[in-house]
């Protein structure tokens, strides 16, 4: 049996648009439909567009830590320790102190 793939982000945030009137109903109103969901101030619109724009973030990936990513890559530089080629462990030092000074202005 094929291997079902996995959906892809654009598809997690069509099904998230498709299913957001039930999953996100009006906090004015609790109505799950759109046409329910009725201000008196004239907000609605802005109202549909929140709740859509709550299912979208609810469905997002976390945000990468990309001083985090940097800093693992150089303490797994410095644990597989350097080659054996003609640059040398000079350059393999060279290398995991640019990736900690990278990490550490990503963190800024």
Excluded at 79 to 101: D, H, K, N, Y
């Amino acid at each position: 049996m094929p291997e079902t793939p996995e959906p892809t982000l654009r598809d997690r945030i069509a099904e998230a648009l498709n299913n957001a009137r039930h999953t996100h109903p009006c906090p004015v109103t609790s109505s799950t439909y759109w046409t329910g969901c009725y201000h008196p101030d004239g907000t609605s619109i802005a109202c549909h567009t929140s709740r859509r724009t709550d299912a979208v973030l609810a469905v997002l990936p976390a945000p990468v830590d990309r001083a985090a990513v940097l800093r693992e890559a150089a303490n797994a530089l410095a644990l597989v320790g350097p080659p054996t080629l003609a640059s040398g462990p000079q350059a393999w030092t060279e290398a995991i102190e640019t990736l900690r000074r990278m990490a550490d202005e990503a963190s800024r």
